[in-house]
């Protein structure tokens, strides 16, 4: 079971801003001066707190993603036939719904 679509897109989106930032601070590193090493130190350690933070929140959706995924396997096993009716119900619904288009 994957992430929903927009959590897939921020965190796409956050992985970008994260490179996006690398590559500026690599851009600027010719920038000479205590206050501009200052503010590439500070800005380098922003991006690892933001990937640090990224991958973790990673990892988490996976988790989350592998427990509702077994729950949803353990109710399956244990109430085959009103799993299936609600598959059927849910296949009707769906099948009304695109029909109307």
């Known amino acids: 079971m994957s992430a929903a679509p927009d ?3 921020i965190l796409d989106d956050l992985r970008r801003v994260v490179d996006d930032a690398e590559s500026l601070l690599r851009e600027t590193s010719g920038l ?4 501009a090493a200052e503010a590439r130190e500070r800005a380098a350690e922003s991006v690892r707190t933001a ?5 973790g929140l990673e990892q988490e959706l ?3 993603a592998k427990d509702a995924a077994d729950d949803a396997e353990q109710y399956v096993r244990r109430n085959p ?4 009716g609600i598959a059927a119900g849910v296949g009707l619904i ?6 109307r288009r």
């Open 62 to 64: 996976l988790d989350r």
């Open 51 to 55: 990937r640090d933070r990224l991958s």
């Open 94 to 99: 769906v099948g009304v719904l695109l029909s």
């Open 32 to 35: 000479v001066g205590e206050r």
């Open 7 to 9: 959590t897939d897109r």
């Open 81 to 84: 036939w009103q799993s299936i």
